[in-house]
Each structure stands twice: as C-alpha cells, then as structure tokens.
C-alpha cells in the first residue's frame, strides 16, 4: 500500500471505528477513544496477515508458551514501529486534529505480570514474531492485573490496578472457540481474547491468547425472581475471582484453592484448545507430539501434563501411550532456585478440586517410581524425587519427570540446577537440563524506549539493520575511541536523563540535577537481590557527606522502583525504610545539592521504558547464586549503563563480553559463598567494617520510624540474630565493604566523562549477545525443532 493510502486507511478506519462506538464524530472524541479507535484500526490493518500466519503453523510443527505471566506493557508503539506505518498513523491523526504522541500516553499498561519471567515471556513472543517462527502464548486475561503500589507515609498500599475497563480494544474475542473447564467446585467458561503479536518488519501476525473465565449461566433466574440476587450472582462471581487477580495472596487456604483453580483453568483451556487445532488440521491424536511443543515457562502451567494425559485418555488412548506422548511434548523452563518458589500443592486441594486430574498425577507418580526401580535407584532416592509425597504434589518435580528438556536462564544458574537443585534429574536424566541464557527485545529494549541512541547508531552504522539482527552492534566497537562520538553518546544520556528528571518533577515533586550520576536499581522488591545493601550504602554515604561536606563529592542520584509482594512483609520493610531513607537526604539542605534518592511508584513496564535509557550506573547486586539471570542488567547495558554487580546470573556473561575493566565487580563469589556461610557471623562485618555499625542500627536507634510496630526491628534481626543459615542469609553485611569500594570507584570515575562514555559505548557494542533473538534462536534449534514459516 502506497503512503498515501495508508493514512488516507488509519483517517477512514479511525474515524468509523469512533462512530460505531460512541456514535459521534470523531472531533468530539476523547483522547482515550482516539487511542482505542487506533488499537482496532490496527488490527483491522492486520486481519488478512493474522489469519493467514493461523492457517500456515497450523500446517506445520509449532509451539505454545505456556505462562502465567505476559508482561507486555504498552502494544501500540511497538506495533506501529513493527509494522513500519508508524508516520502514516501519525499524519493521519494530524489531519483528524490529535497528537500521536499524546495518544499513545492514553495506553495503560496490559499488567498481566509480575516480574522478570513475564517480561520473559513478552520478549519471546517479540522475538518470535520476528523471527517468522510458529509460536503461540497461552496465558489469562487478568482483569486487575497485579496490584497498584501507592505509597502511603513511605508504607506501600496496593489497590487494584485498573487497567482495562469492561473493554481492552487492542484484544479479540473467539467466543466460538470457547472451553468448558471443569471444576468440582462448579464448571465454567475459558472464553479466549487474542492479541496480535506483530513482528519487526515481518508479514507474520503472531497470536497471545488470553483466557477469561465466565459463568455456564450469567445468573440463576429463580433466585433472582425469589428475590435472593446475591445468591442468584454466585457462580458468576465465582468465575470472575479466576480471573480478576495476578497471584492473589495464598497464605489463606482459600487463597490457595484459587491459585490452583486459575493455574488449572488456563492449562486445561490452552491444552484443549491445542488439541482441537490439532484434530482439525492433523485428524490423528497419535501424531500430537510430532506437530506440537509445550513450553512451562516455571511451574504454575505444570499441571497441563496431567490435564493432557487425562484428554487423550478420555479419547481413547491409554495411559501408558498418553504419559509418552506428554513425554515427547513438554518443555520446562526453571526461573529461580530459591526453594519457595518450587511450587508444591497439598495432596487435599488438588484432589478435592480437580480430582480427575489427581488420579492421572498419582499414575505418573507409580509410573516414576517403577521406572527408577527398574533401573535399581535408592529407595530414598525414589521418594523424595517423586511427584507426591510428604503429602504434596512437586510440581518441580513432575515438570523434571515428564519433560524431554528443563533448562536453566543463564550459564551460572543451569550449573546450580545441574549440581544442586536438581542434581538427582541430571544423574539420572543426563542431558535432560540444558541453558538458554535470557534475552530482551532490542525493539522495545532499544528502538523504541531510545529512539535518539538509536538513531545514532543507525547513522553510525549506516542503515537500521541492527534492529533485528542485533550482533551488528559489534561494529560499533571501533567508534570506541572516537571523541566525537562519544560526545554525541553524551548528549543522548542528557536528553534521556532530562525526560526521567522531568517525569519525577511531575509525578512525584523531586527535582533532580541531570549532570548527577543516576544510580539505578530497578526489580522486583526482594531480600535476595539485596536493595537493602544499596539502601545501607545510601545511608553510610549521607552520613560521610554530613562529616566532610568540603569533599569533592560527585553528584548522585539513587533511583529505586520495586513492588513487593502483599504478603511479603520484610519487603515491604525494606521499601518503607528506603523511603525514609529518602525523606531524610531530601530534605537536608546539607546534602539533597550532592545526593537525592528517588523511590518512583509503582514501577512498571511504561516507567522502566523511561528509567533504562536514562542510567548511568547499573545495580545488579544479588547474593552470588541467587538471581537466575536478570534481563534488566541486558537493558541497561544496551543504553549504554556500566554495571556494578556480583558475579551472578548473567552478570556473569556480561562480564564476559565487557571484560573486568568496563563493569565494577564486587562481592563473594558463588563457589565462596558456599564456603563462607556455613561459619559466617554478620556481627564481624558489623563491628569491623567502618560505617556499617552505624546505619545498621538505625533500624533500631530511633532515627527512623515505623510507627511502633516492629517493623524495623525485625528487619535487623534477620540481619543480626540467629544461627548462620538464619542471621543475614543474603550476606548483606559481608558484601558491605566490597560493595562501598566499588561504588564509590565508580562515583570517581564518573568524573571523567569520556573514559565513562568510551566504557559504556562498549557496553552497548557488546550487547548483542543479549537480544531475545538469539535466544529463541536456541529454543527453537535445541529444544522446539521448529522451523521459520514466512506467510
Ligand atoms: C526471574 C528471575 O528471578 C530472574 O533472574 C530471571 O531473569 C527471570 O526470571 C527470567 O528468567 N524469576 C521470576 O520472575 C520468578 O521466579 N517469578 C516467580 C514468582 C513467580
């Protein structure tokens, strides 16, 4: 289509898709119905291709990603760059009199995850899309998504996140190809909306199907008419608590009754739907795992294996060919080796609701344990590798059994899963566990959240090819030592700081200098990744500047974002005493000209697409061992942020690629932690490491306040009391003096801009290696076996 006719379609389409909804014209539109009215004249542009990629995998061998979790954030920039009708959009909405910028501002956030394994999963649908390969997501359409973090006197709130109204306009609904679940607690509806995934460059329409859950009846008519409407409204109700929340909080039974209930609802949806593409289009259930690979992405879609065996046995097939084909079907992805997040079910909730899918699991269990017998395996062995004992179902541990891969996320943390987590799979299964290092979308990651370092490397290299092919970053290595680059490197960090320092202003009222260094940590809020660790040498710096002011201080600020789980209280701890943290420096006319901190709200996709590109300094400071892999250290290495960091998850590869000079590594290793803890006493480092002693009794001083309720309290007991595998099991207090070191190194050398700059341009050359493509790459050569399918 010509330029001209393009826009001339988005005026048309824009302006009709108004009307049928509003029944007005489109100058009295909302900015909002402007937003919407794009969404679907998007989708209307790629009907034709959408429909034809559907018809062309399921020709061929193809994939469904299977995840809880798809943190897609915003879709319509993204779409418009892909699909290179970004101008055409623009023009259009010109002429109809709005700004495309400021449409795109109308987009909230699709808060359909949690963390790093949903960001995951979004880059690989990217990644996919792109690279024309058969790939689906399956996952849940959650209405309120996660939660919405306020800050309340420093004390975070949730409230629900509400992001979509009755309506979600870039989505779809098939209602024709609805499934029944069933649920001992009541049957009920997946009804499935799909997002168009649209790759860079590329005709291919991929699909991110999401479920919804509805009632069989919307309401029971005789209650109604007696009178009893709440009573009438029950089984709705019930079927919109499936859907109505990202992991409700399970420390109640009910609770986790409802977590089973969704995990079960959207595996036996996806799975059921997958098996009637596959009748329609192949006939035999017996060719399934010839056509169709599924990927766990964690363990909450695990229970698909059995709900799959338990289809293909109610077709006729028998147990023993079912368990093989579910053999030579399942992938498993493991994401973190903390033992918490192993999931485990009681025996009791999973038999109570969905006992069906209880039996299957208890023949897999006997199926496991006469195949080790076989092969003559302790008996201890045995037990404790089984999928149900202790009077649990291991959902780790059935997802290890039945898949014909479990891989690890990066080099580090599939060496743990190999020689710890689940040592006994790989002496038995060798092979099996394989690593697939993470990556991130160079589009969103780079493209579209950097659209002025883009175009600098563009120019430089002279043609947008980078974009997808990712490893011609690498030629930008030479312009390393070019002063005039780096000069132009210099003045793209300043205009991205100035857009982060503009939305702080606004958001939250802190003005913040952009010739400081910003220091940015940025994850999920937990004790493993140690922000307290950052937050202590925050403290211990303030302190230092109040003792010394004439010091030549560089100027910094400290951003921090982070949501903590609602029932994880120490989280939410340690973000309370950061913001008190931050109330203090703030507001000290004696440092807030050298030092700010800044905690921004309810961090999310839409905000981290505005800290990255404005970093400097990259805090990736887990315990050795601990953080899987991290995607968030590849996002600040692509815009051009030096990371300080452990040797942990991919740092470790990061560090490969940049070299000891080009990062600041700090910290105990992995292989020594493992060394140290078993004798390790945080009252050493306490009283020897100068400064430490003195901010980590603030916790309990009085400097600051938790308003009595202990909070503070217990935070420096975990620190303080208590044997070694209790007392500051995250070494917090033992990193403390390499980590200072490091950090104030790094404020040193931030003073001397061009080796600052020529180390970050580095980083940027060398991120490459980072970008989802490669590693759906990988999936699909080692794991998926399935091939490019260009429509
Ligand atoms: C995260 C890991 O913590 C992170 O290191 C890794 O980069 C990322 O997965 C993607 O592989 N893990 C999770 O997000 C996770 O375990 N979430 C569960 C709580 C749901």
Redesign the pocket.
């Known amino acids: 289509m010509s330029k001209k006719k393009l826009k001339d379609f988005f005026k048309q389409s824009i302006s009709s898709h108004i009307k049928a909804n509003s029944g007005q014209d489109v100058s009295q539109a909302t900015e909002a119905e402007v937003w919407a009215a794009l969404s679907r004249a998007i989708i209307e542009h790629v009907a034709d291709n959408w429909a034809e990629t559907k018809k062309a995998y399921d020709k061929t061998r193809q994939e469904h990603y299977l995840s809880?979790?798809f943190l897609v954030g915003r879709s319509t920039l993204n779409n418009l760059v892909n699909l290179d009708i970004y101008d055409e959009a623009k023009d259009a909405l010109k002429d109809l009199g709005f700004d495309l910028t400021s449409i795109l501002e109308e987009e909230n956030d699709a808060a359909l995850g949690?963390?790093?394994?949903?960001r995951?999963a979004a880059c690989f649908m990217d990644s996919s899309a792109t690279l024309d390969m058969p790939v689906t997501g399956y996952g849940i359409l959650y209405r309120h998504g996660l939660f919405k973090q306020v800050f309340d006197n420093g004390y975070q709130v949730e409230t629900p996140d509400v992001w979509m109204e009755d309506d979600f306009a870039p989505v779809v609904p098939h209602r024709d190809e609805k499934q029944r679940i069933e649920l001992a607690t009541g049957d009920v509806y997946a009804v499935p909306y799909d997002l168009p995934i649209t790759g860079y460059h590329t005709d291919n329409v991929n699909t991110l199907r999401l479920w919804k859950a509805e009632p069989l009846t919307p309401f029971d008519i005789h209650d109604f008419n007696a009178g009893n409407f709440q009573e009438a409204l029950e089984e709705k109700n019930q079927a919109e608590d499936i859907w109505r929340v990202l992991?409700p909080n399970d420390t109640t039974h009910e609770g986790k009754v409802l977590r089973l209930k969704q995990q079960y609802f959207f595996a036996s949806a996806s799975v059921k739907d997958i098996i009637r593409r596959h009748k329609e289009n192949h006939g035999d259930l017996r060719t399934f795992a010839e056509f169709n690979s599924l990927q766990l992405n964690?363990t909450?879609p695990v229970i698909a294996i059995p709900e799959l065996i338990r289809l293909f046995m109610e077709e006729g097939i028998e147990f023993d060919e079912a368990s093989e084909i579910a053999k030579a079907t399942f992938a498993y992805t493991n994401?973190?080796v903390l033992a918490e997040?192993l999931e485990k079910w009681d025996i009791n909730i999973v038999k109570e609701l969905i006992p069906n899918v209880y039996s299957v699991i208890e023949k897999i269990d006997a199926k496991f344990r006469a195949e080790l017998a076989e092969i003559d395996a302790h008996p201890g062995k045995i037990e404790y590798m089984s999928m149900i004992h202790d009077g649990q179902v291991h959902m780790a541990w059935l997802a290890s059994y039945v898949s014909y891969s479990i891989n690890g996320?990066a080099q580090l943390h599939t060496d743990i899963l190999r020689k710890d987590t689940l040592h006994d799979w790989e002496d038995i299964y060798p092979g099996k566990i394989n690593n697939k290092t993470?990556g991130v979308t160079p589009r969103r990651w780079l493209r579209n959240t950097n659209p002025e370092l883009s175009a600098l490397i563009t120019k430089l290299l002279g043609n947008e090819d980078w974009v997808k092919h990712a490893d011609k970053l690498e030629e930008l290595l030479p312009f390393a030592d070019d002063k005039k680059v780096l000069k132009q490197f210099l003045d793209v960090k300043k205009i991205k700081k100035q857009q982060l320092a503009d939305m702080v202003e606004t958001s939250l009222g802190i003005k913040v200098d952009v010739d400081a260094q910003f220091d940015i940590m940025i994850k999920?809020l937990h004790e493993y990744k140690r922000q307290l660790l950052d937050a202590f040498y925050i403290l211990d710096l303030y302190y230092r500047i109040k003792e010394n002011p004439q010091e030549d201080w560089t100027p910094r600020v400290f951003f921090f974002g982070a949501k903590a789980a609602s029932g994880y209280v120490r989280a939410k701890t340690i973000i309370k005493f950061i913001n008190e943290i931050a109330e203090l420096i703030n507001n000290d006319s004696d440092v807030n000209n050298i030092i700010k901190v800044v905690f921004v709200e309810n961090y999310n996709v839409s905000k981290a697409e505005v800290l990255f590109p404005a970093a400097d300094l990259s805090e990736q400071i887990s315990m050795a061992g601990k953080?899987?892999?991290?995607?968030g250290n590849m996002k600040f290495m692509m815009n051009g942020a030096l990371t300080i960091g452990t040797l942990d998850?991919?740092n470790v590869e990061i560090n490969g690629q940049v070299g000891d000079e080009n990062m600041f590594l700090f910290g105990a290793k992995e292989e020594e932690i493992v060394e140290i803890l078993p004798s390790y006493d945080p009252k050493v480092p306490y009283e020897k490491t100068p400064g430490l002693k003195r901010v980590v009794d603030t916790l309990i001083d009085g400097t600051f306040s938790d308003d009595n309720q202990g909070l503070f309290q217990d935070l420096y007991n975990s620190l303080m009391v208590g044997d070694w595998d209790q007392a500051d099991q995250y070494y917090v207090l033992g990193d403390f003096a390499s980590y200072r070191e490091a950090k104030d190194r790094a404020a040193v050398e931030f003073n001397d801009k061009e080796t600052w700059a020529r180390k970050a341009w580095i980083n940027i050359s060398k991120s490459g290696v980072f970008s989802s493509d490669r590693t759906i790459r990988e999936y699909v050569e080692d794991i998926w076996k399935i091939e490019e399918t260009k429509i």
Do not use: C, I, K, P
């Open positions: 809880a979790e949690n963390g790093g394994l949903g995951l992991y964690d909450h994401h973190t997040a996320v993470n999920r953080e899987a892999s991290g995607t998850g991919a």
